[in-house]
């Protein structure tokens, strides 16, 4: 029988399954070992969230920590470093284990720009390509059961990465996915960890890092004629939301 926190996990990584094929061209490593990382690195987080639920429930109710420890208030300090340790270890445990696999993620970029300058160097303006993408997008967005304010947060992000391929092409993903895996690591090291708001702004980051592979797809179709790549690509592409969202509240 499997743990909340395993389901959750196996269900997420398959749903990711997607991704690292868009991300595998079958000519370069980069790109899929840094999906392949950040993948797992979104689960280690997504299972850290919950078990600080399980450590936040806990002192809602006032339960005594397993480890006989006493609200850290009343010793003058936070509840986090004290409360309920088994659960608070655990979620400490799986988040420096998905910021570890950021980091590792981090290191496969060089590879990816190395794998970049051997790929085709014609201009490729996406143009209507990245237009019916996100309009496809939206469509599948609408149908998330989520507030509006949310789905505005997500087609925000979305159109802030579409922007830079449409304005530098392929060549503008390494350092698009730099500048996003680095904001990300930042929620992560905070003290609420990115996990405050209604949609936590950590899942807000890791959608927006994911959005560069997905757009991959369109550049593979042009270059190699991976076009059955673009079909679904906008439902996948929420569906993945959707387990993100679902799957680690």
């Known amino acids: 029988m499997l743990s909340r926190e395993q389901q959750a996990t196996l269900e997420f990584m398959s749903v990711s399954q997607f991704l690292r094929n868009v991300a595998d061209d079958g000519r370069g490593r980069g790109l899929l070992e840094f999906t392949e990382a950040l993948t797992h690195a979104v689960s280690s987080f997504g299972v850290s969230e919950l078990y600080a639920r399980q450590g936040e429930r806990h002192r809602a109710l006032g339960n005594q920590s397993d480890s006989g420890e006493h609200p850290a208030e009343e010793r003058g300090g936070h509840y986090e470093d004290h ?8 979620s400490r445990r799986y988040n420096d284990k998905g910021l570890r696999t950021l980091s590792y993620a981090r290191d496969t970029l060089r590879q990816f720009r190395e794998d970049l ?30 507030k509006p304010s949310d789905v505005e947060k997500i087609d925000e992000v979305f159109g802030q990465g579409l922007e ?12 698009y996915f730099e500048e996003q895996v680095s904001y990300l690591e930042r929620l992560r090291r905070q003290r609420d960890r990115g996990a405050v708001e209604n949609i936590p702004v950590w ?8 959005v560069g592979v997905w757009v991959w797809a369109l550049f593979r179709c042009r270059w190699w004629g991976s076009c059955s790549l673009k079909e679904g690509l906008a439902y996948f592409t929420v569906f993945w939301i959707a387990a993100l969202i679902a799957r680690f509240c």
């Open 83 to 90: 409360y309920d340790g088994h659960w608070w270890r655990k």
């Open 203 to 210: 899942k807000v980051a890791a959608i927006a890092v994911a």
């Open 164 to 175: 830079v391929v449409r304005s530098q092409g392929a060549a503008g993903l390494p350092d």
């Open 117 to 146: 300058s051997n790929y085709p160097t014609e201009e490729y303006v996406l143009g209507s390509d990245v237009d019916q993408f996100q309009d496809n997008l939206r469509e599948n967005l609408a149908d998330l059961d989520l």
